[in-house]
């Protein structure tokens, strides 16, 4: 009996493996066939801009907004910490480098996620449940090329650009509240800030970060759009996946990243 | 004449859709510059026989063959060639909901070729004035009916002046006006522009009316298929049932299921 349930759940478990292993599969073959047409976006600039557009610029106001009030609350909170230590001149700095090497693009993408990556999702979830796809093809159209590759491309330039604004914008809220609202000394915010964030260490790294997560986000949010079932209910789904594994896949990620580059500093 | 091959040929073809038998060894002959009608009842297959002509779905067994290609054989890129001379108007349209009706028109011009657009805008006015919505032309496809959006998806189906145009359910949607012209301008293009075309339809009177060729399909076969003369004067019963539209006869209205009354009286 005992043995019985057992078999039943190293079934199910089983099942349930290669189901993910196969998806897995399909969304790299996937990715290999959409890359071969990303060079040929080049003869169409058109094209990448419009959807650079869509996914980048209309994701601005949420990625502005929320930079602004985290880099505020972190100014609020670890002034109250570092006042302790007397350490509140070095504030500029470590708002700097919380947003710069990782609130930035983590934030920024699973913000990304949520706004533009559902939305990819959807939109290519739908052409497929509406045979547009399918019309494309049959007019000797490669949907991949003319419809996933331009958001992919669109997907991977405004990731990084958005953590950049977000961290921008960030600095800036904490540097209104360090000196508005808390008596940070408004040169030693800077100052401090130039003499102690690192180029390369810390803003390449943040770049590097954004970069992965544009790269993933788009790639599952797309992926999940051209896999879905050609319904109401299957459209639905791949939006509800597209953000729950792109978020996971972001989290895992940063922190394999986050050991990779800094670990080795302490 | 009749030693010129067909232009699409397709031979014992068997389908099914996960285990369904869609097609069980069927032959047709589509013979070019004719127009060529496929009906039979809703769900036999029409629609993915027109996907299997076009390569969507490959054959289990069997071939289909256009212009002397085995379809399902043919590279990714020899079989995007093909498609460039054939036009498909789809059931549903099927048009670029982003794009207006111009742009949805303009759309494969603006892909496969490199005209200007000054050429391409002619080519493009032309077509939808040939569809009679030349003054549609800035509409988003959400603002149009289902019949208009048929006749835009017919205009942009053409765009390219393919050699072999595919209609499934041309009529449908479509009032009594706009279905004359439409069965006008169908038998028109294909003489005119000296096309092939395959016409999937319900719509026995119109399709008979201008089909030089009928195909009936039913269950996975092909009933029978001759001229649309021959088809009237067939002593078959069913032939005489679906084209005079009986309610009564050998082909059944109803999906299987159990006596009605047997069900009724169930608890
Ligand atoms: N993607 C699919 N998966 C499984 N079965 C399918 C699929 N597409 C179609 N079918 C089945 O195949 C059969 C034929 O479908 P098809 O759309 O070709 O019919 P049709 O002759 O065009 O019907 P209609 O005249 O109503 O358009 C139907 O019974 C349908 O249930
Ligand atoms: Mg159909």
Redesign the pocket.
Same mark, same amino acid.
Not at chain 2, 42 to 49: A, E, I, R, V
């Given at each position: 009996m005992n043995q019985r349930i057992t078999t039943t759940v190293l079934q199910r478990l089983g099942h349930w493996a290669l189901g993910r292993l196969q998806r897995l599969g399909r969304g790299n073959l996937f990715l290999l066939h959409v890359v071969p047409g990303l060079p040929g976006l080049l003869a169409r600039p058109g094209l990448m801009v419009q959807q650079t557009f869509a996914i980048g610029v209309l994701s601005l106001p949420i990625v502005v907004v929320a930079g602004l009030f985290v880099g505020m609350v972190l100014a609020l909170q670890l002034y109250n910490t570092m006042v302790d230590f007397g350490a509140e001149q070095s504030l500029g700095p470590v708002v700097a480098l919380s947003l710069v090497r990782e609130l930035g693009p983590v934030v920024t993408a699973l913000l990304f996620a949520g706004r533009a990556g559902s939305a990819l999702a959807a939109e290519i979830g739908l052409m497929k449940a509406t045979e547009q796809l399918s019309s494309m093809e049959m007019m000797a159209v490669d949907p991949l090329r003319r419809v996933v590759a331009p958001r992919l491309a669109g997907g991977i330039l405004s990731l990084p650009l958005l953590s950049a604004i977000f961290s921008a914008v960030g600095i800036s809220g904490g540097f209104l509240v360090a000196t508005g609202l808390l008596g940070v000394d408004s040169n030693a915010y800077w100052s401090q800030m130039r003499a102690n964030v690192d180029l390369f260490d810390d803003v390449a790294n943040g770049v590097i970060k954004s970069v992965v997560f544009g790269v993933v986000v788009t790639w599952i949010a797309v992926f999940e759009g051209y896999d879905a079932a050609p319904t109401s209910e299957g459209v639905a789904r791949a939006t509800t996946r597209t953000v729950v594994n792109s978020s996971l896949a972001v989290l895992g990620l940063d922190f394999i990243l986050t050991a990779l580059m800094f670990g080795d500093n302490t | 004449m009749a030693s010129e091959p067909p232009l699409v040929e397709i031979r014992g073809l068997r389908f099914e859709?996960?285990g369904?038998t869609?097609f069980d060894g069927i032959d047709i002959d589509i013979r070019r510059g004719g127009v060529t009608a496929i009906m039979?009842p809703? &769900?036999? &297959?029409?629609?993915?026989?027109l996907r299997l002509i076009g390569g969507q779905e490959r054959p289990m067994s069997g071939c289909v063959r256009v212009d002397g290609m085995e379809v399902a054989r043919l590279s990714r890129k020899r079989l995007y060639e093909l498609r460039k001379r054939m036009g498909m108007l789809f059931?549903s349209g099927a048009l670029l909901t982003d794009l207006s009706v111009f742009d949805n028109v303009a759309f494969p011009l603006r892909e496969h070729t490199r005209l200007p657009e000054e050429m391409i805008r002619d080519l493009v006015l032309v077509k939808l004035q040939a569809v009679g919505l030349r003054g549609a032309r800035d509409l988003m496809p959400a603002a149009l009916s289902g019949g208009m959006a048929r006749r835009v998806a017919l205009a942009r189906a053409i765009a390219l002046d393919p050699m072999m145009i595919m209609y499934d359910?041309p009529f449908s949607g479509q009032d009594p006006i706009s279905m004359g012209v439409l069965v006008k301008l169908i038998r028109e293009i294909n003489d005119a522009l000296g096309m092939t075309t395959i016409i999937?339809s319900?719509d026995v009177h119109e399709t008979a009316a201008i089909a030089d060729y009928l195909y009936l399909l039913s269950e996975g076969r092909v009933v029978e298929h001759g001229t649309p003369a021959r088809l009237q004067r067939s002593g078959s019963e069913w032939t005489r049932q679906f084209l005079n539209g009986l309610p009564d006869g050998p082909v059944p209205f109803h999906y299987p299921a159990p006596e009605f009354g047997v069900e009724l009286l169930q608890p």
């Open positions: - | 859709y996960s369904r869609i039979g809703s &769900g036999t &297959g029409k629609t993915t026989l059931q359910e999937v319900h």
